[in-house]
């Protein structure tokens, strides 16, 4: 990724500190990017994501929809010229992303250089209580730009140069009543048919590898916890059993080249403290029922000043980089056939288009 484009990733990935491990919560995201004169990468990026594992992925430079996970690829087996027509949509789209990009950078009275055009929505549904959710973002040069508010089916705008866009929208009200049911309904059964089809891999349950890592005796203990799924997991530190969150540093839920998760709690702790009183870390994954409790002894503790019991974290960080900077778009979607949907126009362009840029299955 070129080193301009790293001051616009978006990450949009993250967990609370709540207790237990929040979600039987599942998912189904759709992220655009459009950019402007970024050497060596697309002007144009789409992808989508189920429970955050990436489903579909399309570019300007290869200007094809293709499946990204087997499951999807089967799925559509039965649906003829499924991705020529996803193709297609992607396709007619592009002008409208770039289009909105020109548009802003008058507004925001900019010349030349590297800019970001981001849209980024989708859906949520929780298992076991039913509840759901959905969100559509605009974003520009990695700010906020445009939301919708599901509640008053109107839009916010935190910059003065979306004001004008967001009246343009607010006046749609057969569009933003659509937009409210496509998120707390069409959404929802688009993404349990997406679980359905990949019940094997994003149902699934898998134990995490915990460990006490150090890189000197005054440094920091973390608690480290790789390979688990899904993503939903607290890791957090215990003294004498109850939960301590003194000189605590929680890190970010990072996705491993294999699908899996990681994710390290860091606890402020000098050595003459954690041997005379106990220190635990605690690790509750969604799926798991028990907790899985490290204490925090001398024998535990794998350090890198001790060569031989040195254990390096090692993570899917770029590829997670490289999914969240596609972070973005203009693309909503009306109903059409079984099949797929139409995009309703969203953009400063009032250029129409009927082709399907995600189409569901």
Known sequence: MNVNMKGFVLLVLGIGLL??????????????????????????????????????????????????QDWMNKATETLPRYWETVTESFMGNQPNFKANIDIAKQRFNQS????????????????????????????YDGEDFLALDLKT???????????????????????????????TQECIEWLKKYLDYGKSTLM?????????????????????????????????????????????????????????????THLTVTPEEWKKTQYQCVVQVTGIKEDIITVLTESEIKTNWNATNFVPIIGGVVALLVIVAVVVGVVIWKKKSKKGFVPASTSDTDSENSGRAAQQI
């Open 19 to 68: 207790h237990t491990a929040s979600a039987v919560t599942h998912s189904l995201n759709y992220f655009y990017t459009a950019s402007s004169e970024i050497p060596n990468f697309p002007e144009f990026v789409a992808l989508s994501m189920v429970d955050g594992v990436q489903t579909v992925y399309y570019d300007s430079n290869s200007q094809r929809a293709v499946p990204k």
């Open 112 to 139: 030349g250089g590297v800019h970001i055009s981001q849209r980024m929505y989708g859906c949520e549904w929780n298992d076991e209580t039913g509840a759901t959710g959905g969100y559509f973002q605009d974003g």
């Open 153 to 183: 089916k109107t839009w916010i705008a935190p910059k003065p140069q979306a004001v004008i866009t967001k009246y343009k929208l607010d006046s749609d009200t057969a569009q933003n009543e659509y937009l409210k049911n496509y998120f």
């Open 204 to 264: 699934r349950t898998v134990r995490p590898s915990v460990s006490l890592l150090q890189k000197t005796p005054s440094s920091p203990v973390t608690c480290h916890a790789t390979g688990f799924y899904p993503s939903g997991v607290m890791v957090f530190w215990q003294k004498e059993r109850q939960d301590h969150h003194e000189d605590v540093e929680h890190g970010e839920t990072l996705q491993n080249d294999d699908g899996t998760f990681q994710k390290s």
